[in-house]
């Protein structure tokens, strides 16, 4: 199965800032099937990216995604108040799997 | 709009079952695959197992193997996440989640607590 791991753990940044985070798979995401996710405290998760670059509907365009292979990022251009959640990568290629993680929080 | 709507909190006992249940509308349920994802209390998202609603077809992560039942009833487009042999360790809130068709979950339901005490 496909390990993905996000880096950082817990990122602290101020609006208006840029946020930049890192998701890196065990085996290649070939498919490049791989989504980002934001979740607040007692929401479910909401789908903000999919196939590795492509904004899900409604989704602001400061959000944009990036990457192939085993190395994926989520940039998030200029931070608003309600950006600051946690987010999750997902990969889909013989299964299905999520990163452990960013939180992102207000420095 | 899709909407998927979740059954209520459950508690259960250790060695229990529980069944959880998700209504789907404002789309084709037989056109798209299903899933359940869990998370427990403070930890990330935990995919447990997918359903073709068109034909039952199911494929389970291998860590719920043998414990881990979901069905559909597409008479009133309900999907279903039967879990036995509870343990406290299942407490987690349960999401059933559509397929967006790119190996995605493009909307989730509100989520169903379970909590496993004695």
């Known amino acids: 199965d496909i390990v993905l791991t996000q880096s950082p753990g817990t990122l602290s940044l101020s609006p208006g800032e840029r946020a930049t985070l890192s998701c890196r798979a065990s085996?290649?995401?070939?498919?490049?099937?791989l989504a980002w996710y934001q979740q607040k405290p007692g929401q479910a998760p909401r789908l903000l990216i999919y196939?590795?670059?492509s904004r899900a509907a409604g989704i602001p365009d400061r959000f944009s995604g990036s990457g192939s292979g085993t190395d994926f990022t989520l940039t998030i251009s200029r931070l608003e108040p309600e950006d600051f959640a946690v987010y999750y990568c997902?990969?889909?290629?013989?299964?299905?799997?999520f990163g452990q993680g960013t939180k992102l929080e207000i420095k | 709009q899709v909407q998927l709507a979740q059954s209520g909190a459950e508690v259960k006992e250790p060695g229990a079952s529980v069944k959880v249940s998700c209504k789907a509308s404002?789309?084709?349920?037989?056109?798209?695959?299903m899933h359940w994802v869990r998370q427990a209390p403070g930890q990330g998202l935990e995919w447990m197992g997918i359903?073709?609603?068109?034909?039952?077809?199911?494929t389970y992560a291998q860590k719920f193997q043998g414990r881990l039942i979901i069905t559909t009833d597409t008479s009133t487009s309900t999907m279903y996440m039967e879990l036995s042999s509870l343990r406290p360790e299942d407490t987690a809130v349960y999401y059933c989640?559509?397929?967006?068709?790119?190996?995605?979950?493009?909307?989730w339901g509100q989520g169903t607590l379970v909590t496993v005490s004695s």
């Open positions: 989640a559509k397929d967006g068709d790119r190996g995605n979950f493009d909307y």
């Open positions: 404002g789309y084709s349920f037989t056109s798209f695959n």
């Open positions: 359903i073709s609603p068109s034909g039952g077809a199911t």
């Open positions: 085996q290649s995401v070939s498919n490049n099937y």
């Open positions: 196939t590795a670059s």
């Open positions: 997902q990969q889909h290629v013989t299964s299905f799997s």
